[in-house]
Nanobody, 119 residues
Framework: VQLVESGGGMVRPGGSLRLSCAAA????????NTWARQAAGKGPEWVST???????YYADSVQGRFTISRNNNGKTLYLQMDSLRPEDTARYYC??????????????WGQGTQVTVSS
């Protein structure tokens, strides 16, 4: 299982980024899919999950600002991030897993993509 995250970068507060996670050799659906992040010097933090049925869940810290989605062929997972804040600065990871499994198994994550929000 190989996941490749991309789309990170540096952005000013209030800006937007769209992260992508490409899957090699498999589809994200039907399955739970999760985004997590880890800031420097801190533990991993769950960000969002879309379950097999398409229901989406978000951490309180990103609710209303971030949107998780999959493309039509199910081979790319996205995280649209709007109204970014400095506290969103972290390395972001995707996983083809539920929230519980993704947070317990960092070996399920890709290599991550860095997001830096700074003025």
């Amino acid at each position: 299982v190989q996941l490749v995250e991309s789309g990170g970068g540096m952005v000013r507060p209030g800006g937007s980024l769209r992260l992508s996670c490409a899957a090699a050799g498999f589809a994200f659906a039907p399955s739970d899919n999760t985004w997590a992040r880890q800031a420097a010097g801190k533990g991993p933090e769950w960000v969002s999950t879309v379950n097999t049925g398409g229901t989406k869940y978000y951490a309180d810290s990103v609710q209303g600002r971030f949107t998780i989605s999959r493309n039509n062929n199910g081979k790319t997972l996205y995280l649209q991030m709007d109204s970014l804040r400095p506290e969103d600065t972290a390395r972001y990871y995707c996983a083809k897993a539920s929230r519980a499994i993704a947070m317990a198994r960092p070996d399920y994550w890709g290599q991550g993509t860095q997001v830096t929000v700074s003025s």
